[in-house]
């Protein structure tokens, strides 16, 4: 019987905890660098999870002690694989920095942070130093010329932000009434589905119409399935421009407003009270990402973001002072295809499509 794999969202917490906790826990119980990926692969496979400075209270630990399993029974071995060299290189990088500045133990910041630091903290791992230091980490993983998006969230998650909400409380519903307009109204459904009821919003919760999403399901046949360009997949890519514009307008509207969303919920490598730095594990050896735009937003006094037009799903920001311009590279778009059995890929996102920030473009 084939081993039914972990996807999706499911998958990603799995092999984030092979690239956080795994160096954490090596670390914290060695004294050295492993040799080779296959013994930091054997010494995890065969840890009996017992306390560990790793774990900031019994709730990390059992969720550790579960992905632990799962990291060796559900996930693909070639992406189990990668992980583990991804791991070995992050251990590694935790030996080097400790011969710089001595550290006395690795903590897992899966759901809380060590005391002293702050819960927004974008670190992965913090490294408490011997000097009572504490230095943040962000893990990345990828190819050696891939680009790691420095924000993960959604496009109506971003308009009912409280800064751009001050800016314009209407964005959303502006938001809603295009896609209705340009998008969904054009896609053969009941009558009773309209522009108020084709998905509804509350809190952070996005519910759909299932005669919306049938009639999504029956659209998506008509016009051939996963046949590229056509009438569904053309629709897809007006939906990413009509989200693509309103968020262009909203950052277009304040500076102020755009600056303290860049500070809040960029990824970013910034001077704060407990450090970020942010490494990129590529096989089994990493390296140190730089980050100019921190340094750069407080100068900032003029913001203009616009389309790619040569794109379905880029777009960009330009970031001026009086005498400087950095431009960050944005993208809209679906993280996963549409399918039959699990409609919730690009059309099936309603006013959630994956808005990232890949870095600053050169």
């Not at 795994?22 to 080779?36: E, H, I, Y």
């Not at 308009?159 to 502006?174: G, H, I, N």
Request: proline fraction near 4%; charged fraction near 30%; glycine fraction near 6%.
């Amino acid at each position: 019987m084939a081993i039914a794999y972990l996807q999706g969202g499911a998958q990603t917490t799995v092999t984030a905890t092979m690239t956080e906790l795994f160096p954490a826990l090596w670390f914290n119980t060695k004294n050295k660098k492993p040799t080779n990926v296959k013994e930091l692969e054997d010494f995890i496979y065969d840890y009996d999870n017992k306390s560990n400075k790793a774990y900031l209270d019994g709730q990390d630990r059992e969720s550790g002690a579960k992905n632990i399993d799962l990291a060796f029974t559900k996930i693909e071995p070639k992406m189990k694989q990668v992980k583990l060299q991804n791991a070995f290189a992050i251990t590694n990088y935790l030996f080097d920095t400790d011969a710089e500045n001595p550290i006395n133990y690795v903590v897992w910041g899966y759901r809380k942070k060590p005391a002293g630091v702050p819960d927004n903290h974008s670190g992965d791992v913090f490294l408490i130093h011997k000097n009572k230091d504490i230095t943040g980490v962000s893990l990345k993983a990828g190819l050696d010329k891939s680009m790691e998006p420095k924000l993960n969230t959604y496009v109506g998650t971003t308009l009912r932000q409280p800064y751009y909400k001050s800016v314009d409380s209407t964005a959303e519903a502006k938001l809603k009434r295009r896609l209705w307009k340009e998008v969904y109204s054009k896609i053969k459904a009941p009558k009773s589905v309209n522009e108020n009821n084709y998905y509804v919003t509350s809190g952070e919760r996005t519910s759909t119409n299932k005669d919306m999403v049938n009639s999504l399901l029956a659209f998506w046949t008509r016009s051939g399935g996963d046949k590229p360009n056509n009438a569904f997949d053309k629709a897809y890519q007006v939906m990413t421009k009509v989200c693509r514009e309103e968020l262009a307008n909203i950052v277009n509207k304040n500076v102020k407003a755009t600056k303290e969303w860049i500070r809040k919920e960029f990824r970013l490598q910034k001077e704060q009270e407990v450090p970020l730095v942010v490494i990129k594990a590529v096989g089994e050896t990493y390296r140190e990402l730089g980050d100019p735009v921190p340094r750069f937003l407080p100068k900032v006094t003029k913001v203009k973001a616009y389309l790619n037009n040569n794109s379905v799903q880029e777009w960009f920001i330009d970031l001026m002072s009086n005498k400087k311009k950095l431009t960050l590279k944005m993208t809209i778009r679906s993280d996963s295809g549409f399918r039959p059995d699990k409609p919730k890929g690009k059309l099936g996102k309603f006013n959630m499509l994956k808005l990232q920030y890949g870095g600053v473009k050169k």
